[in-house]
């Protein structure tokens, strides 16, 4: 029969929110006790009669048929799913809920794990460090943690509910709570997730993992059954953070589609390979006294660049995008000279655990390797390469240039040459920085491009400026002063064909008689550019300085300004480590500015002397995440006007 009840708490697994409706189906086989109680000695449940609870056998089959993910390295955050209860009892209106939740199968059940933090809907409630963070829940969680091998034994709650009969669960990482109050999650059982380190062998879990260690790691297992001795990886650089495999897809498949994103080769020879060949020496070295020379000398050809996709897309699990699929694309560029007519997009999907910017690194590193890929290389070599075939990296010297050639086919001709072809490797790899070395420093590349001065006029023209090597990140940054008669306002900047976006002046947008503002733009255009900038009037002293920067965000970190009357203005403007400060003064009199600034990154001034004495121009490069302090001072106690801006 089938008995339908009101519960006062939801199952975010079966349910969402608020009061639901569930069904509990019992037969002649099989009779359902909602059990509130857990016995503490073991044998049959104990209840209290109130019908509080949903029928365990529906709980547990709702895992039934579903992929249970293999979790590989590193300490990722993985989201659990329930494998006992939930079992409910009410004491002084309080639901308590007993339940367990699994986090899937380690790949290596002889290794050791820790258990480093629990969140429950989202909310961390159990650090490693601090303990509970939530009323009710035990400090000593971690004893409820099992770690995933052959051989652990089963939680006490199962044992004494099942006895002797009781699962272990083992290989699976699980967690078991005891009577947590469901108070604080709106009497419903929460999503679990927990950070689980993977510390075998002294391992360092926030290290990560090689990715060809997780392939092999991955191999070894008895969800896939390949020994040392039938799969081995060779050069692989690249490393993940974790890798948590729940597709539903063969070991092969997930080799192909690494193979679509990395440059390697799956090869079946006397066992699996995966090769990374551009990371390794290459196999053999034709010189030119090693390959046949005209007329069957070397030719090079291109395939059309409509075969290779315009957009790769790769999405991964992002780590700080709290373990979600992320897309990561790359194209070839389309501005501002289109590279290809291409429109079509690949999409690769695979269980890997990183981040962005390693992401970025990979998708980058493939649309390179598919540019370089579309040279066809064919050669004779003489019979000092009659070992080559197809697969093996040949290095093919000539006066003019050395390339690598991975050989796709080989012909081996009766008088012992071998005819060759192929496709040219990109010889470079991936890899990582350990944290703290030091590489130098980062900072934004900024260029003092030169000043313009202008007596009078409504709009004030700068031709034939150079804006350096064109860069999708590259900022271009005017900042300029002004005085006149009346005040004037702002009418328009153009900076190489593009509308200048305001980043800050010293009166709003309003209109002034003594001015500074800055503003920006991305252009495309290089050499032979043009600024250009409107009043709503005619003005005098005009004075200006472009600058190039790059990389650069496309909006400023900090802006701020003052105007006024005084002898000095002092603004402050917060500054990134990496990043840089520009900012422009002017006083009303011809009264000599000075400048000053704090900090460790010591500004540099620019007052040209071809610029009118009132006008100051300056920037630095900044070396720190802090405030800055900028003030103009000068001996006469007229209007001045300031504005500066900061970028990262």
Not at 215 to 237: N, Q, R
Not at 452 to 474: C, K, L, M, V
Not at 567 to 584: M, R, S
Request: charged share 20%; hydrophobic share 40%; net charge negative.
């Amino acid at each position: 029969m089938a008995i339908t009840e009101t519960t006062g708490f939801s199952d975010p697994y079966f349910n969402t929110g608020g009061f639901s409706k569930v069904t509990l189906v019992t037969s002649p086989l099989f009779d359902y006790h909602p059990i509130t109680t857990v016995s503490g000695t073991g044998g049959d449940p104990v209840t209290d009669g109130a019908l509080t609870g949903v029928a365990p056998e529906e709980v547990a089959a709702a895992t039934y048929g579903k992929v249970i993910p293999i979790v590989i390295g590193g300490a990722p955050r993985i989201g659990g799913f329930i494998i006992y209860g939930p079992k409910y009892r009410t004491e002084s209106d309080i639901v308590y809920c007993s339940f367990g939740v699994s986090f899937g199968l380690q790949c290596n059940p002889d290794g050791e794990r820790e258990l480093w933090e629990v969140r429950m809907d989202g909310v961390k409630v159990w650090t490693v460090e601090d303990g509970s963070l939530l009323s009710g829940l035990p400090d000593n969680l971690d004893n409820d943690f099992m770690e995933g091998t052959e051989d652990q034994d089963p939680h006490a709650l199962l044992v004494a509910d099942y006895g002797a009969a009781a699962p272990s669960f083992r290989s699976q990482c699980c967690l078991f709570f005891e009577d947590l109050p469901l108070t604080s999650f709106d009497n419903h059982v929460p999503f679990v997730s927990a950070v689980i380190a993977d510390v075998t062998d002294g391992a360092d879990p926030t290290d990560g993992i090689l990715l060809g260690d997780a392939l092999e790691a991955l191999a070894a297992t008895p969800y896939v059954g390949l020994s040392s001795d039938e799969f081995v990886t060779s050069g692989i650089t690249a490393r993940i953070d974790a890798l948590i495999d729940a597709e539903r897809s063969s070991f092969m498949d997930l080799l192909l589609r690494l193979a679509r994103l990395l440059p390697l080769d799956v090869v079946q020879t006397d066992k699996l390979r995966v090769i990374e060949r551009s990371s390794i020496e290459p196999d053999i070295v034709l010189t030119p006294g090693r390959i046949l020379a005209a007329p069957e000398a070397i030719s090079v050809g291109r395939v059309q660049e409509t075969d290779v996709a315009q957009e790769l897309e790769f999405i991964y699990i992002d780590i700080d995008r709290d373990y979600e699929f992320v897309p990561q694309p790359a194209r070839r560029p389309t501005a501002p000279i289109a590279l290809t007519s291409s429109r079509s997009k690949e999409t690769i999907r695979l269980p890997l655990v990183t981040t962005a910017s390693e992401a970025i690194s990979w998708v980058t590193l493939r649309k390179y390797w598919d540019e370089v890929s579309r040279e066809q290389i064919a050669f004779t070599a003489l019979p000092y390469g009659m070992e080559i075939e197809p697969g093996a990296m040949v290095e093919v010297v000539t006066d003019l240039k050395t390339w690598v050639v991975r050989i796709t086919e080989t012909l081996h001709e009766a008088r012992g040459t071998v005819r060759c072809a192929g496709t040219p490797v990109l010889r470079c790899s991936l890899s990582n920085i350990d944290e703290g070395t030091d590489i130098g420093e980062q900072t934004i590349a900024i260029y003092f491009r030169g000043g313009a001065t202008a007596t009078s006029g409504t709009t004030i023209t700068i031709p034939n400026i150079d804006f350096g090597p064109y860069e999708s990140s590259r900022v271009i940054a005017v900042a300029f002063s002004f005085g006149a008669t009346l005040a004037r306002s702002i009418s328009s900047v153009s900076i190489g064909g593009s509308s200048g976006t305001l980043a800050v002046d010293s009166n709003g947008g309003g209109a002034f008689v003594v001015g500074s503002a800055i503003y920006y733009a991305q252009p495309s255009g290089t050499t032979g550019q043009t600024v250009s900038v409107t009043f709503s009037g005619g003005v005098q002293a005009f004075a200006l300085a472009i600058y190039r920067m790059t990389p650069g965000t496309a909006t400023p970190y900090d802006t701020n300004s003052a105007g006024g009357s005084g002898t000095t203005f002092t603004i402050p403007i917060d500054v990134a480590d990496g990043g840089a400060v520009i900012e422009t003064a002017r006083s009303q009199s011809g009264s000599v500015l000075s400048a000053s600034y704090d900090g460790v990154d010591s500004l540099t001034v620019d007052i040209n002397a071809s610029i009118v004495s009132q006008f100051a121009q300056s920037h630095a490069t900044t070396t720190e995440t802090a405030t800055r302090n900028i003030g103009y001072s000068s001996p006469l106690s007229t209007s001045k006007v300031i504005a500066a801006a900061s970028w990262v």
